[in-house]
């Protein structure tokens, strides 16, 4: 069931003692470039370096004890997995973690950190897909999805809630969208906590799915042409019927927008993002016009980039 | 005179409206790797980047009237110069910067952001002090010393002040020593307000001027060989008579060891720093034996890098 307002209460007293409540950051000198006043939340800060460590605890909290004890599974080349193996640590349990043969090291590492399983697969949905539900089908384990679960949503939903508690008259929340989690998570709080505010939806150009969806009501396919690789993904079913009537808009952004907005954050703000959450910076800088005057949220949504990727697209958009 | 326990105490309400409390980080990773507790003073959140902020603040409000309408003048080709033009634009007077010809854009326009007036010169000290006190003769600007000068020691110990504050029982504190103002500063809050804590210097292998004054027993000429720009002039007398009775120890770290240490602080706790900042992590990395078990605070002091020097660095030393 969609996730109502005491569900989201519910899932934030739930995962507190697990996650980091995170930082806001202001800076005067990319208010002055946007034409509005933001308010930067840094999930980046939070554990595993992004907000994905908040739905997958959810999730994994709310298993019937019986089934908690069989593990915990997921596909995922990205933070999701470091999010679960964190989980499935923290409840002393096993992680099963599928991520295709071509993830990157830096990443592997973190699951292998948390003591998580991988299960290496050819770089496909179908490959990964099958290689997940035969672990299920051989151990038990609990398949928790990166967004198409409503557990997951909520858990997402309390990002929002930190913000709007801490910041004062958000006039919009801008919120990157891959799967749809955390846009559709943040949709939700907003309705019930905040519903003055308007929620934006800020996508790469290159992975646009989200914003055709919105234009022919259905779901698109994910385009897969972004440096935000975390925002490649197309929608699933749950986070599309939230989304569709709770979010007013989906703005999209180039590569070299995104290059520049996360400059900007790592050269003013002197903190580390991945390209994925400069995406709504992105989208404030090129729309100044729909923001003027505003006070605006901006979900920075992580910040697990490899500092030698980070430098090429750096060098690649001067 | 050497700054008192009061007199860190008036800096510190003096400058407390014109700077920010930064905050404390920690890293289970980064404890692990160096087996002791480590807690980080963010002064990379400053204002204008670094701690230098401090400093030039306390000295600019304690000129008389008559001598602070006449503006502002120093040399420098880093933070100082943006913090001495940020101090004059608070107080609505004028900034003149003496930089060298090989300073880099950015620093500049950081200056010249402030209202700064920017006077270049050929980039030698003897260039430096000609232009500098040419233009406080026709000015009657009021100089303030990046380090030689006990209102900016006492605004520069203001750092450790909040960081014992925040973190109760530390064993050590590590700052970075360059001309040895906010090394001389911490050295005296520890003394006054958490004697049993002990004080280290951090300080680049190609630029050990502080670690030879300190065997000598004079102040002994800088090389200036290391990717720590910040950490490359020698001491002064005020801040060496300071350092060399209350200061435990000098210790140094290769540009290698600085460039792991920086990495480790962008990677692990998403930040960016400058190599002069990453130094402190640098020396407990090398020298853990002497920190084993510890409660250690480390004074990240910046974070004014060039993201495309950063990645050079990162890629020359991979």
Chains 1, 2 share one sequence.
Not at 229 to 239: M, V
Request: glycine letters at 10%.
């Amino acid at each position: 069931m969609i996730p109502e307002k005491k569900t989201i209460e519910a899932a934030y007293g739930r995962i507190q003692p697990y996650i980091q409540r995170t930082p806001i950051m202001t800076s005067a000198g990319v208010d002055e470039m946007a034409g509005c006043k933001l308010f930067f939340k840094c999930e980046n800060f939070q554990k595993i370096g992004a907000f994905k460590a908040r739905g997958a605890m959810n999730a994994a909290l709310q298993l019937p004890p019986q089934q908690r004890s069989k593990g915990l599974a997921t596909h995922s080349s990205g933070n999701h997995a470091q999010a679960v193996a964190r989980a499935a640590k923290i409840l002393g349990i096993k992680s099963y973690i599928v991520m295709p043969n071509n993830s990157s090291e830096m990443k592997r590492r973190g699951v292998l950190g948390y003591g998580g399983e991988i299960f290496l697969c050819e770089p496909n949905l179908r490959a990964r897909e099958e290689t997940l539900h035969g672990i299920i089908n051989k151990t038990g384990a609990a398949e928790i999805h990166p967004f198409n679960n409503y557990e997951v949503i909520a858990g997402q939903a309390t990002v929002a809630k930190e913000l709007i508690e801490d910041v004062r008259d958000l006039d919009v929340i801008v919120s990157p969208v891959g799967g749809g989690g955390l846009l559709s998570g943040t949709a939700l709080t907003v309705k019930f906590f905040s519903p003055t505010t308007k929620v934006i939806g800020a996508e790469p150009e290159g992975a646009d799915d989200a914003f055709r969806s919105m234009q022919s009501g259905k779901i698109e396919p994910a385009a897969v042409n972004s440096v935000a690789d975390g925002l490649l993904t197309s929608l699933g079913e749950k986070t599309f019927n939230i989304i569709k009537t709770e979010v007013a808009e989906i703005i999209t952004a180039s590569d070299k927008e995104i290059v520049a907005a996360m400059r900007l954050i790592w050269e003013r703000l002197k903190i580390v993002i991945e390209p994925s959450a400069a995406v709504p910076l992105a989208v404030v800088l090129k729309s100044k016009e729909k923001f003027f005057g505003a006070r605006v949220g901006i979900i920075l949504s992580g910040g697990n980039v490899d500092l030698e990727k980070a430098c090429e697209l750096f060098n690649k958009y001067r």
